[in-house]
């Protein structure tokens, strides 16, 4: 009788330490999902990928788009690559997006993350408009802007003196020379990411970067004066007046005396 209870008691302890390290495996495992999950936002989305927020929700991992990708551009996120579980994205530097005309990765998506009417002008697809991130120049590793002559990255951009375009300007550390320096134009730039993988150097001095990465925003304080559409924020905007004890004089007045500016 006595042997009996020893074994059964053996019997729960070490079910107890085994359920102990299971849960403790779990929660490690679970800890490294949402790690994963809530990964690095400087990741490239294909063609017509809605907003990052959204993406996430509406993606189903199906990996349709990276079957359609002609050029093997794409990856879907495998656990250690610190990304969204089971999301595409693409490595410029690797393969960077070869602008197919016929944007095959996005009309196979059944859940819209990549949104089709995104990348479409006259109902016709059309890539370059697509907007998968932005071409950011590193000019201290540059080498145009040492003033050793490369237009590889403009050279290899498929928007060809659009998206990137050269400037030049006279290099007064020789006299002689002049500076053929690139300038990314965020209005024309698809974020392929082609220049990154044309940059001569050892670490790409040109790389793609999200949107919501590589621009600011001037915010709603500030208008273009010469853009009408971005005038019409102006119409429905109320006036406010800040009240100072400088404002209770004329601005001349104020200016003048000065007394109460020290």
């Not at 490294?32 to 907003?51: F, N």
């Not at 410029?92 to 949104?115: E, F, H, N, S």
């Amino acid at each position: 009788m006595k042997s009996v209870t020893e074994r059964d008691r053996r019997k729960f302890i070490l079910g107890m330490a085994r359920g102990a390290g299971i849960t403790a495996l779990g929660g490690f495992i679970w800890s490294a999902y949402v790690d994963e999950v809530t990964a690095s936002p400087l990741v490239l989305r294909p063609p017509g990928a809605i907003k990052e927020k959204d993406f996430l929700r509406t993606c189903i991992k199906c990996g349709l788009c990276v079957e359609a990708c002609p050029y093997d551009t794409l990856l879907l996120a495998k656990p250690g690559d610190n990304k969204p579980l089971g999301t595409p994205y693409f490595i410029p530097r690797d393969i960077p997006c070869y602008m197919c005309p016929d944007i095959p990765c996005v009309p196979v998506c059944p859940t819209g993350a990549l949104d089709e009417s995104s990348v479409t002008t006259n109902g016709k697809l059309d890539i370059n408009i697509a907007e998968m991130g932005l071409a950011v120049i590193n000019k201290e590793s540059c080498i145009a802007f040492w003033g050793i002559q490369c237009d590889a990255c403009y050279r290899a951009c498929p928007i060809l003196g659009q998206a990137i375009s050269i400037e030049y300007k006279k290099n007064d550390r020789t006299g002689k020379h002049a500076y053929l320096t690139p300038i990314v134009h965020a209005d024309a730039c698809t974020g392929c990411g082609l220049c990154e993988k044309a940059c001569v150097t050892e670490k790409a001095a040109i790389f793609v970067l999200p949107r919501e990465v590589s621009m600011g925003k001037a915010g709603d304080y500030y208008i273009k004066g010469w853009d009408k559409g971005d005038e019409k924020r102006l119409e429905n905007a109320a006036e406010i007046k800040t009240k100072t004890e400088i404002s209770k004089d004329k601005a001349v007045d104020s200016l003048n005396s000065g007394e109460d500016l020290y």
